[in-house]
Structure formats: C-alpha cells, structure tokens
C-alpha cells in the first residue's frame, strides 16, 4: 500500500509506503482516513482496519464465512466506530454489514425497494456507501445505504453508462462523481458530480480525439489494441489505466497495465507509465484518528 499526494499522482517513484503493510492485501476501502483492508490467503480471508500513515498494527475481524464480491467502509470519527457493507453474491443484492460497536456481522436493518443485482464499485462519500447496480431490465442505476440509519436510496445515473465504455465512480470534495470513458472512435471522457440536492451536474466532456488522443494511441499500439479505463479524478487530472489485450502485451513485450495521466485543462497526456502495478486507486485525505482494538474487533 502507497501514499501519494495530488501533485506527484503520475509519478510512483515519488509514492511512499504507509506504515501498514500486509503480503496478502487484496482490495482497500477507505473513510475520514481510515482504511479497511480485505486480506486474502491460503488461510482464508478477513478484513483489517487501520490509519496506514501511523499504525504498522490493524485491527483484523475474523476469518469470514462468505465471499466478499465488494465491500464499502464507513467510519465515525466522534465514536470511533465503523461499519463495513458487504456484497456477498456475484448475481444478486444481497449484504452483511459487520457493525463494530456490536463486534458482528447481520444482514442492514432494512432492505431495498427494488430487486437488484450485484452492488459493485462501492465507494463511501459522507455517511453513505454508494454502488452501482442494475435492475432487471439491466438499466444500470446507483444505489446508496446511509449507514447510520441505512436506509436504501436509488439515483438514475445521468447519462446512459455506455456498455463498451468505462466508468467510476469515485469521493471527491464531499461529493459523488461518475467518471466515464467512452475508448472507441468517439474517444470522450465524461465527468458528472452529484450535488446534495441528488441532482447530477456535468462538469466536463473532454474529446480526447481533440485533445491528445492520437499521440496516446502512437505512442502506445494500434487503435484497437487497448482499452482506456478510469482509475481516479484529483485536481485537474485523470489518472487512467491503459488495458492492452493479451496477443499485444505478448508481442510487444509490453506489460498489461500502464497508466498515463490526462491534463483537463492542457488538454495533453504525460508519459506513459510501464509496470506502475496500480491496481486500486482511492481518494484519501489524512487524519490523526486511530482505532484501537478491544473486544469484539471494536
């Protein structure tokens, strides 16, 4: 696990590691500063909690008895206390909360309106852990549990999420965004911003054909040999991911995961990243909070 400030974002030689480390870390979530991390082994698989900037210890649940398909994490910095939603089915909605001021897990208190599928992409903003779900005519739609009360809330996206298109959606300055990218020959990247009114405002809706595409798609392979995909928006800058398919990453030598940066306002790309073995990349802002472990994992 690495820390990066805004600035050096495009650089990992500038990362640095958190004090919290752990070989078998396979997904990450985090709130108000804390991070919980989903460990998964030969052993089996749990999940941690920790300030990765001040503990080297977590405070690690016990061994789960489901399978964790994603998971959002909510922390109370007056208490202390936190909560983490689980999606434990690949097909349909169905969720465990582990709620540390009782120290166990059970189903949220109430359920949802609407038959869902699977929540993914989960993302705490405030008190609530929004995902993005579909329903059964397969129109996809944002689901949101506030964790206090958790209670349910559904949000139409605001423009149809393109099938062969990438999305995210991601925490930035208290407020939930949904970023796409749109890789085919119309090359766009969309930028929407959910305001606290539940109404959605387009920020931006860059033609990357225009603005420095053509130079990405020399400098990497032909057109149709990659895929561009969001990893995060911070500043004026989109930090994405660059998916080349096997045949290529094969015959080029070329690993399949590179990363470049696009700069909204030079409407230019950086240098391409080879081998940056980025994986998840969340949006996080320090604290000095801690928690401590006592009984019940609390």
Known sequence: MFCASSQDISDPRSYTKTRFQHQDLCWVACNNGMVCCLIVSKMGSFFTVANP???????????????????????????????ILVNIDRKVGAFFIFDSSVGGWRPPRNETQIQLKALFMMVCVGSTCY??????QGERLIMGLE??????????TPAKIVEEGFYKIQERDGRLCLVQVIPDSRAQAQIWVLSEGKKWTQLMNLDLKQLGWNKLEQSVVGFADFLLFPHLWIDDRLLLGIKLSEEVA????????????????SGQFGEIVV????????????????????????
């Open 53 to 83: 900037l001040i503990q080297t210890v977590s405070i690690p649940i016990s061994n789960l008895e489901f399978h964790v398909y994603d998971f959002g994490f909510y922390f109370e910095p007056i208490t202390l206390s936190y909560k």
């Open 131 to 136: 995902g993005i779900s579909s329903e059964e």
């Open 275 to 298: 081998d940056a073995d980025i994986s998840c990349v969340l949006m996080y802002k320090p604290t000095l909070f801690t928690c401590q472990i006592e009984p019940y994992g609390k």
């Open 147 to 156: 964790m206090e009360r958790e209670e349910w809330e559904s949000i139409q």
């Open 250 to 265: 094969f015959n080029d030598l070329y690993t399949s995961d590179l990363q470049v940066v696009y700069n909204c306002k």
